[in-house]
């Protein structure tokens, strides 16, 4: 095999790579403020209710 054609396969794993990674990154932090958002959620709903419970 040619080395620039080593060399080019190489930099396409590299490049497959990061993009990967990058991706993975992504999906973690989206689950991590989905989290958060839910757990927002709840604590909303928890006032909300004490508040028509206090109304009534």
Same mark, same amino acid.
């Given at each position: 095999m040619d080395a620039?054609?080593?060399m080019w396969v190489a930099g396409q794993l590299i490049v497959a790579a990061a993009i990967y +990674? +990058? @991706?993975r990154a $992504? @999906? #973690?932090s989206i689950?991590? /403020?989905i989290e958060h958002a839910e757990k927002s959620l709840v604590e909303a709903h928890t006032r @909300? $209710? /004490?508040?028509l419970? #206090? +109304?009534h």
């Open positions: 620039n054609v080593v +990674g +990058g @991706i $992504d @999906i #973690r689950h991590q /403020r @909300i $209710d /004490r508040m419970e #206090r +109304g």
